[in-house]
């Protein structure tokens, strides 16, 4: 394994805020979920299949220059320096590419902003966002015209919804927040900005 790919520390993106509220000790992400609760890992991947994500037959494809800036989320397979058992699921991000001269390893910015080598052999599944799915390209194929509203978060729980440094939405319980940050309205306020309370 090449150990020099760990060396550097991940920085996140200062462009990344989060809430004055968030307590990175008590939010449990969706990754942390998957990887803990085997009803909720189905949830989620039959969400992921039907909203166009499919696993690749060959990881090594992630070389392709047509994978660059492709959403992808992956697997482990146990031999990783991390010492993470196989299966563990990852969430991924943003393909960056590659390094010309070495086929091992791509670079990937995460949803928080940090910049991420990984290196091929670690991975056992790639998960790959299709780019012909109705939830990427422009509004029209994700239904969405124009700004997207929330309604202005009023009862206050303990299981706030983030968007930028804002709350946009109070839950239940956790099952619940994560279903609304899976929905179509929330991922696509996330990526663009375009959103607004009413």
Request: charged share 30%.
């Amino acid at each position: 394994m090449d150990s020099t790919l760990q060396k550097y520390p991940r920085i996140p993106d200062y462009n990344t805020k989060h809430n004055p509220e968030f307590n990175p000790r008590t939010y449990i992400s969706i990754q942390e979920r998957v990887n803990n609760d085997p009803d909720f890992e189905n949830f989620y991947l039959n969400k992921l299949i039907k909203e166009g994500w499919y696993k690749l037959a060959n990881v090594e494809h992630l070389l392709s220059e047509e994978m660059k800036g492709r959403h992808f989320k992956y697997r482990l397979n146990g031999k990783s320096m991390s010492g993470e058992e196989k299966g563990t699921f990852r969430s991924g991000g943003i393909i960056i590419g590659r390094d010309k001269n070495n086929n091992g390893y791509i670079l990937y910015k995460a949803y928080n902003g940090c910049l991420f080598p990984l290196q091929l052999k670690d991975i056992n599944d790639i998960y790959i966002k299709d780019p012909n799915s109705k939830l990427e390209g422009n509004k029209k194929e994700k239904n969405i015209k124009g700004t997207v509203s929330f309604k202005y978060p009023v009862e206050v729980t303990a299981f706030p919804v983030h968007l930028n440094e804002k709350i946009i939405h109070y839950a239940k319980d956790n099952y619940k927040r994560d279903r609304f940050m899976l929905s179509k309205k929330f991922e696509y306020a996330y990526k663009t900005g375009d959103w607004k309370f009413v």
